[in-house]
């Protein structure tokens, strides 16, 4: 599938050849309402670039995995996850824009969260960040609802049969965060530890947490 969101306008492969690409319209659109805007004299080019900085440094998935591995450690914070989501997470100094509700959906043996928005692109940004290119394409968006179990295997997440998978689907209001199951052999780790193991996509629901290293 090709990448229609991607920021620049040319890609290079592992060879370092440029492939020169089309700009979408969307990337146009941007661009001309940057334009005015600066223009205008309503934004200056510096304060996008500093919420754009922001995003790609500051607010990501090491917000999630914060979360996570406070769950992980403390079960009194684990029931006020599962019970208000949003507030847990404003404990730790995350909110803001496109989390004004977040739900978390936690995995058991028994049943795996994935989430995904099947209208746009709704994501969960205070704990996640930006999301994926492949979270916002109409094939991830259509299939995992239609076969989450052959989108899973593509990711590598092979799950027993017996587990149930269950698909939210985000909106404008409500953005999900998966509580993916602590791996075996983490029984000594800090919550500093922790929180290394939580990947971006074992937070969507597409991946699992890593395993720990023998230290
Ligand atoms: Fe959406």
Known sequence: MHDHDHHHDHDHDHDGHHHPRPVSEQELRTRALEATLVEKGIVTSDAIDAIIDRYVNDIGPQNGARVVARAWSDPAYHERLLADGTAAIAELGFTGEEGHTIVVVENTPDAH??????????????????????????????????????????????LPDATEIRVWDSTAEVRYLVLPMRPAGTDTLAEDDLAALVTRDSMIGTGLPLAPTAA
């Open 113 to 158: 969260n994935v989430i995904v928005c099947t209208l746009c692109s709704c994501y969960p940004w205070p704990v996640l960040g930006l999301p994926p290119t492949w979270y916002k394409s109409a094939p991830y968006r259509a299939r995992v609802v239609a076969e989450p179990r052959a989108v899973l295997e593509e990711f590598g997440v092979e």
